[in-house]
């Protein structure tokens, strides 16, 4: 069992950064791949970033590749995600995920484990 709490989320304009964070419990974080998610209203959840349970691999969806940025610390057993050029389009709950797997999915019904979501705003 895995349990995922996601923190950082927040208001912010449009150009803007913010850095989410997700701590999950259990000795086992470092044998799990993360991945990031977001739902905006209305819309379905799509993927954002993804990394492998070294850290040595990543993924992005287009549309924040080259301003959003995943990252792992296995000791503390959390996962980042660092935003950057942040657009109003990117207003969304944001939730973190995690996979038993050496790969890296993308798809959001491969993960088995979910926080509950942090909302982040950007206004233009």
């Known amino acids: 069992q895995v349990q995922l709490v996601e923190s950082g989320g927040g208001l912010v304009q449009a150009g803007g950064s913010l850095r989410l964070s997700c701590a999950a419990s259990?000795?086992?974080?470092?044998?799990?791949?993360m991945g990031w998610f977001r739902q905006a209203p209305g819309k379905e959840r799509e993927f954002v970033a993804a990394?492998?349970?070294?850290?040595?691999?990543?993924k992005y969806a287009d549309s924040v590749k080259g301003r959003f940025t995943i990252s792992r610390d296995n000791a503390k057993n959390t996962v980042y995600l660092q935003m950057n050029s942040l657009k109003p389009e990117d207003t969304a709950v944001y939730s973190c995920a995690a996979d038993y797997t050496n790969v890296v999915p993308t798809t959001p019904s491969r993960y088995d484990y979910w926080g509950q979501g942090t909302q982040v705003t950007v206004s233009s």
């Open positions: 259990g000795r086992t974080f470092s044998s799990y791949a």
């Open positions: 990394i492998s349970w070294s850290g040595g691999s990543t």
